[in-house]
């Protein structure tokens, strides 16, 4: 916990709910006071369904979102986040939810950035020809608790439903498009947005729940929180061979608002490397 936001008022830039999981957790860990803005929309800056393209990348679109909602609120503490998919490179079938959180602090200076990746996700999307498939496809993918949105093609801006609620909705919109002259498919897809995604908003949860847990040590020189770690320094010694070793030594922290930078040795290493993990020793 740290009392370097204490009293302060937080906006949570979001459309979609995230304040339900998001409030709580900022309120209890840095005794700040939460609100979200009615009516906030930011799908200027990109939709989820892709109408409208998301400007720069992930971290821009975070930034336009939390900047925005700052301006508006005058508020200078805000919070946002952003989601997309991530395949592993070495897995590419195993799809995982990749949740980019964002904290600015205009009054400090301060920009905390966290990442988390989790494989728990239902994002899915495909074209399907039947109701039959609808149905049995909705299922699996946890339909009516997570939504789903119909579309006439994978990328069209035409045809889009995002308010389907309930199984004859689901058919109805699928049925509109199948009937169509020439049509033989539909796309559908999981809905990503927080509050029809209680796997999306579990992960949000969790990745507020690791940021607060790495907000707490501070810069040895300023003591502003948030002495992320920046970058690691390897090559351990193996006290058999002496030769360097795939091991780490130091975590290199860095404050994000004075810059000052600190290694910390890691402790749980020793000072030489087991010869188990040489190459050189154990091939
Ligand atoms: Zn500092
Ligand atoms: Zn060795």
Redesign the pocket.
Known sequence: MTNYFKNRNLVIATMHQKEVVIKPLLEKELWVSCFVLKDFNTDIFGTFTREIKRTGDMLDAARLKINYAMDISWCDLGISSEWSFWSHYWLPLINSNFELTLIIDRKNNLEIIWHHLSPDTNVNGKYITSIEDVIKTSKDWGFPGHGIIVRLKENSRFFIDKDINNESELEKSVYKILSLPFIKKAYIETDMRANRNPTRMKNIELSVKDLLKNINLECPKCWTPWFTITDIEWWLA??????P?SIPIYEIHTCSKCKFTQKVKIEKYGNY?D?WE?????P
């Open positions: 193996c006290w058999l061979c002496l030769l070793t490397a010869p040489c190459l050189h020793c154990n």
